[in-house]
C-alpha cells in the first residue's frame, strides 16, 4: 500500500504532524521505533511550561498564539486537560537576556504582561527570594502542558482520521526522487508522497543534509517543598530565572507530584541509544539554586529523569523542507525549548509536505539562515 504521507517519529511534533495530515484526508503512516507515550526522547516529563512573551525572540509569538489555539481546540475535542494556566514569571536581571526579550515580545504583540519588583514579587508569591538587583516580567498567560497528555491526544485523533501509527518499528533508511519517497523499516520498506522527519534526537541519523546537530542530556528534578501550601498552581507560577551561573526553570506541584526544576542547558552531548542514568549528585548545582532563590523548594529529592536536547548551532528550531528533496519536511531540532510549539509545528509540518509552504511565519527557521 502507497501512502500520502510518512511520518518518522510519533513524539510530540511527530504526532502532531500526523494528525493535522490526516486530518486533510490524507492516508498517513507514523512510524515510531519505541511504544506509544515512551520516556527515551524530549516528549515526556509529566509538565512542561507554555509562555508567550517570547525571550528568545519576537518571531516566536505569533506561532505560539496559533499554538494555544491548537492546545484548546484539541482539549475541546478530546475532553482532556492539557492546558493549565498558572501565570509565569521571568526573573533576572533587568538588562539581562530573560527580562528584556521578554518584554520586548510582549511589548511588540500588545501581551498582557507586569513588571515586578523583587518586592512585588515576595508579596505576591512567598517563595521566591529575588535580589534586590532582579526584577520579574509576569505575564498571565504562562502556564503548564501535560505532555504525555498532548502526544496521546494528538495520537489518538490521527487514528480517529484514518492514520495508521505503527510503534516498535525502526526506521533504516529512506530516499527520494523527488516526487516519491521509500522509507526501509526493520519491517519492510513503505512508498508515500511525502516524507515528514520528527525523529528528535535521531534526527541526526535520518536527516541527511548539512545541518550540525548536537544531542545534550538533561536532568530534571522533583522535590517535596517544605511549604508544599507554597507551591501549589493557585499560588505558585511557572517560572525561569537567569542567573550568573546560567538558567533554571520551575513548574509547581500538580497531579500528585512534587515541584519540579531543572537547570536549562549545560548538560552534556550524548547519543541518544546511549544515555547515562541519573546520579544522585546531579541535583548539587539546582539545590544551590534553590538554596539561594527558593528556600522553601529544597526539600526530599522526590523523583528525576533524563530528557534530550536536540540543539541546532543558534539554538532555534528547523521547519523547513530538505534542500534536496522537496517532499521531504525536516520538522526537528527544538533544542530544549519547542514541546509547547508541537500543536502548530505538526500544522506546519502538514502545510509544507502538502502545499511547499505555509501561511505562518516560520522563514527565520529555515535551512537557508545556515547557508
Same mark, same amino acid.
Given at each position: 500500500?502507497?501512502?500520502? +504521507?510518512?511520518?518518522? $517519529? @510519533?513524539?510530540?511534533?511527530?504526532? *502532531? #504532524? /500526523?494528525?493535522?495530515? =490526516? %486530518? ?81 515580545? +510582549?511589548?511588540?504583540? $500588545? @501581551?498582557?504582561?507586569?513588571?515586578? *519588583? #523583587? /518586592?512585588?514579587?515576595? =508579596? %505576591? ?247
Amino acid at each position: 500500500m502507497a501512502y500520502d +504521507a510518512v511520518v518518522v $517519529g @510519533l513524539g510530540g511534533a511527530g504526532s *502532531s #504532524a /500526523a494528525y493535522h495530515l =490526516a %486530518r486533510r484526508r490524507l492516508r498517513v503512516l507514523g512510524l515510531e521505533q519505541f511504544g506509544p507515550g515512551h520516556d527515551r526522547g524530549s516528549s515526556h516529563g509529566r509538565t512542561r511550561i507554555t509562555r508567550q512573551a517570547y525571550f528568545e525572540h519576537p518571531h516566536y509569538v505569533p506561532l505560539l498564539l496559533r499554538a494555544y489555539e491548537l492546545w484548546q481546540d484539541l482539549q475541546q475535542r478530546t475532553g482532556t486537560e492539557l492546558l493549565r494556566i498558572c501565570g509565569g514569571l521571568m526573573v533576572g536581571p533587568a538588562t539581562g537576556a530573560l527580562v528584556s526579550g521578554a518584554l520586548r515580545s +510582549a511589548r511588540e504583540y $500588545g @501581551l498582557p504582561h507586569e513588571l515586578l *519588583s #523583587a /518586592a512585588d514579587v515576595r =508579596a %505576591r508569591f512567598p517563595a521566591f527570594r529575588l535580589a534586590e538587583d532582579e526584577q520579574a516580567l509576569y505575564e498571565p498567560r504562562a502556564g503548564v502542558l501535560f505532555p504525555e497528555a498532548c502526544v496521546r491526544a494528538h495520537q489518538e485523533l490521527a487514528v480517529s482520521h484514518g492514520a495508521e501509527l505503527r510503534f516498535h518499528t525502526r526506521v533504516l533508511d529512506w530516499h527520494s526522487d523527488g516526487a516519491r519517497v521509500w522509507v526501509r523499516t526493520d519491517g519492510g520498506t513503505e512508498e508515500a508522497g511525502s516524507l515528514v522527519l520528527a525523529a528528535g534526537p535521531w534526527m541526526p541519523e535520518v536527516v541527511r543534509c548539512p545541518l550540525e546537530l548536537s544531542v545534550e542530556r538533561q536532568v530534571v528534578f522533583w522535590f517535596r517543598p517544605r511549604r508544599p501550601e507554597w507551591f501549589t498552581p493557585d499560588r505558585f507560577p511557572v517560572f525561569v530565572w537567569e542567573t550568573p551561573e546560567g538558567f533554571f526553570y520551575g513548574i509547581p506541584a500538580v497531579g500528585g507530584r512534587g515541584f519540579k526544576a531543572a537547570r536549562h542547558h549545560g548538560g552534556q552531548t550524548v547519543h541518544p541509544d546511549r544515555v547515562p542514568p541519573v546520579r544522585p549528585e546531579e541535583a548539587g548545582w539546582l539545590r544551590a539554586q534553590l538554596r539561594l532563590r527558593l528556600p522553601e523548594a529544597d526539600g526530599e529529592l522526590e523523583d528525576a529523569a533524563t530528557c534530550l536536547y536536540t540543539n541546532t548551532q543558534d539554538e532555534h528550531f528547523v521547519l523547513d523542507r530538505h534542500p534536496e528533496f522537496g517532499n521531504v519536511v525536516i520538522c526537528s531540532a527544538c533544542s530544549g525549548h519547542g514541546f509547547k510549539f508541537t500543536s502548530v509545528v505538526g500544522e506546519v509540518a502538514a502545510d509544507l509536505a502538502t502545499e511547499g509552504a505555509s501561511r505562518l511565519p516560520v522563514g527565520f527557521l529555515s535551512l537557508r539562515r545556515f547557508q
